[in-house]
């Protein structure tokens, strides 16, 4: 029913920057929440940066200052401007969206296929 697509990672050195998008399609009436979790070897998946379709964000707090999410309602998209990297960044970065499907008016999540993103020290 929805499909989320992410773009934009790769290998940086530490202090690089990298962007990451996701763009949502599909049966999609609105978009609730949308943004980014991330997974590292061995670890659980975590909440990194999410934004709500009236502009409110939630970082985790290792990337505040560092990291910006932000929605482009029209176009169903979520971006994630990462700065500063450091090797703890190091992992494979999913994108979220909760999403009201239009035919059903349910309200779910869904989940890309991960992205990796590899900083080197």
């Known amino acids: 029913q929805v499909q989320l697509v992410e773009s934009g990672g790769g290998l940086v050195q530490a202090g690089g920057s990298l962007r990451l998008s996701c763009a949502a399609s599909g049966d999609i009436l609105r978009i609730n929440v949308m943004g980014w979790y991330r997974q590292a070897p061995g670890k659980q998946r975590d909440l990194v940066a999410v934004v709500t379709n009236d502009g409110s964000t939630t970082y985790a707090d290792s990337v505040k200052g560092r990291f910006a999410v932000a929605m482009e309602n029209a176009k169903n998209t979520v971006t994630l401007q990462m700065n500063t990297l450091e090797p703890e960044d190091t992992a494979v970065y999913y994108c979220?969206?909760?999403?009201?499907?239009?035919?059903?008016?349910?309200?779910?999540?869904?989940w890309g296929q991960g992205t990796q993103v590899t900083v080197s020290s």
């Open positions: 979220n969206a909760v999403v009201t499907i239009r035919r059903t008016r349910i309200r779910r999540p869904y």
